[in-house]
């Protein structure tokens, strides 16, 4: 299948040889990576009677919406079948994403498979990728003009493609972490520093009970102290009038930015821990704990584990925080990445199926018999005409191939015309 041969008919060492497995094996994973970046996307029907699909496999298509042009992005069955010729931008995977194809962002273009498309999809969200933009540094990819080979990461709240490069913390490898949050989310997301201490990937160590952060490369970072550090703090004198008016005044602080500083409301709260109030039980909060301990903020991406959302706090006033920020998203494992290139994995496997299989259920009990007998006589006779390749390290060649089915029709030509029928 492969490397040329030398005087012995030997394959030159120059040349590799691939054998016909390896082609096969290459095949099935080029086929399970297609299926997972598609994530099980109807190639055929449109998506946009679906409304907003969670995930979906997307595109943007320059040549009906060049950059000046609003953005816009298609399905994938529009891809193939309104842009089979145009110069598409593969987008990979948006969240709660309603396909524009032919709706008045589109000047010249009518769907043809979903024509009645409202004008526009009010709750889609755009940036530069759907322009062939990414990073920070606003480039296309790949980069003609960029020679540094460096691998681009998707980040899971905003959903842009940034370089490793440009993240302010060198990613680790590629198979130690499952998502990315980059600088700009992680400054709008701030509360996520104080789970990065027990949870991000890379870390950094703090100064106080062994907690660690890690965040490499280099910029700005800030250590926050525990609200608490004063333990001779005379609001201890306080604790039995830990009241409703001061609870209500920390639960709304938890849904603020960390506190610098010792600030009253904090010290109320590990005055009441310190009494063997539970705090758990109390508040309910996770992040409230965490908050309490000393951690670090830095100007920098992180790199999250897998299974890393479920840890996340879910009480009233975090769920609340989230809607805030607009990402109550973090808390369903089911949107991740990782859940979506499954979901197409599964519907390739459910989706394909068995030729042989199917072709033996067509036929009757006699037919079915037939059939068997001749693919094992196949498999044998084939199997010994390779055989005699491989104790002599010889290349099978496309000749040597058709030679074998050749005779194999031959003989059981032969085979057929010597059979005689009767009639009853």
């Known amino acids: 299948m492969a490397g040329a041969e030398g005087h012995s008919g030997r394959p030159s060492e120059l040349e590799p040889v691939v054998s016909l497995v390896d082609v096969l094996e290459e095949d099935e994973e080029l086929e399970n990576e297609a299926c997972a970046v598609l994530g099980g996307s109807d190639s055929e029907k449109c998506s946009y009677s679906q409304g907003s699909v969670k995930r979906q496999a997307l595109y943007a298509c320059s040549t009906c919406t060049p950059e000046g042009e609003e953005p816009a992005g298609i399905c994938l069955a529009c891809s193939y079948e309104c842009h089979g010729s145009h110069k598409l931008f593969e987008l990979y995977t948006k969240r709660n994403f309603r396909c524009d194809c032919g709706n008045s962002k589109f000047k010249n273009l009518e ?6 498309k409202a004008k526009v999809n009010s709750s889609n969200k755009y940036n530069d990728n759907f322009f062939g933009l990414y990073c920070i540094c606003k480039r296309p990819y790949p980069d003609p003009e960029d020679e540094v080979p460096d691998e681009m990461i998707q980040c899971v709240v905003c959903e842009d493609w940034f370089h490793g490069r440009h993240l302010g913390a060198v990613p680790p490898e590629s198979g130690d972490f499952q998502e990315m949050v980059c600088q700009a989310c992680m400054k709008r997301c701030s509360f996520l520093w104080a789970y990065a201490t027990q949870l991000a990937v890379s870390k950094i160590l703090t100064e106080e009970d062994g907690l660690v952060l890690n965040v490499d490369g280099v910029g700005d970072q800030e250590v926050i102290q525990p609200a608490n550090r004063d333990q001779d703090s005379p609001l201890k004198e306080d604790v039995p009038d830990c009241g409703k008016d001061v ?3 920390a639960k709304a602080e938890q849904i603020n930015e960390p506190c610098t500083s010792s600030c009253f409301k904090s010290d109320v709260q590990t005055v009441c821990k310190n009494q063997k109030f539970n705090t758990e039980s109390h508040s309910g909060c996770k992040l409230q704990e965490l908050r309490a301990k000393q951690f670090v903020e830095k100007d920098a991406a992180t790199y ?8 996340l706090c ?15 998203f973090l808390t369903d494992e089911c949107d991740t990445v990782l859940a979506y290139e499954n979901k197409g994995k599964i519907d390739q496997a459910t989706d394909r199926r068995d030729p042989l299989m199917d072709t033996l259920n067509s036929m009757d009990r006699v037919q079915q018999v037939e059939l068997i007998c001749e693919y094992n006589d196949l498999k044998t006779e084939l199997k010994d005409y390779l055989k005699r390749f491989a104790d002599e390290g010889t290349v099978v060649k496309r000749e040597d191939i058709q030679q074998f089915f050749e005779e194999f029709q031959s003989r059981k030509r032969r085979r057929m015309d010597g059979m005689q029928y009767y009639c009853s």
Do not use: A, H, I
């Open 111 to 116: 769907c043809k498979l979903f024509p009645d």
């Open 247 to 249: 609870d209500q005044e």
């Open 304 to 311: 999250w584990p897998l299974n890393w959302r479920s840890k």
């Open 314 to 328: 879910t009480c009233k006033d975090c769920m609340k925080m989230y809607g805030d920020l607009d990402v109550l």
